[in-house]
C-alpha cells in the first residue's frame, strides 16, 4: 500500500514504497511506468482518490492526463456522498494505472461546481481526452460505479 498521493500542478507526488523518496508523476505519463529517481524501484499508480486543491490543478490534470479521470463531486456535509467515499476507495485500488480518481469538494472549490453546473451532491463525471464524456448523480457501490465509468468509455470511443 502505497502513502496517500498528493496533487499539484505538474503531477502526483507519491513516496517511493521502497526509499521513501518523493517522486512526481507527470499527468502526461500516467499510462506509463516511472521509476523512483532514487532507487529506481517501479512507482505503482494512484491507488486511492485524490482530493483536487483548486481549479488549477484540476484544468491541468484533465488536459494532460492520458487515461480517463473519473471525478466525485462531494462535499462534507453530505451524508450520501460519505457512503460513496468507500466504494470510490475500492473503485481506485481495482483500476489503478488504468483511471484515474479525484475527489472536488464543492464547498473548497465552488468554482468547479458552478462552472460544470454540478447541482446535486454526490455526482459522478468521467473525463476522457480532456473533455466530460458522461455523468450521474447519487451514491451508488463501487461494481456500478465501475459499469457505468468502463460504459461511458466504450461509448465515447
Ligand atoms: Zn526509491
Known sequence: MTARAKLDDKGI???CPSCGQKNRLLFGRLNDTVRCATCKTPLT?????????SSAEFDRLIEQ???PVVVDYWAPWCGPS??????LEKVAARRAGRWLIVKV?????????????????PTLAVFSGGREIARTAGARPAADVERFVADAIQAAR
Open 105 to 121: 469538494n464543492t464547498d473548497v472549490c465552488a468554482d468547479l461546481g458552478e462552472r460544470y453546473g454540478i447541482r446535486s451532491i
Open 65 to 67: 492526463t492520458p487515461i
Open 13 to 15: 507526488v507519491v513516496a
Open 45 to 53: 499508480a494512484p491507488e486511492t482518490p485524490i482530493e483536487i486543491p
Open 82 to 87: 460519505r457512503m460513496v467515499a468507500p466504494e
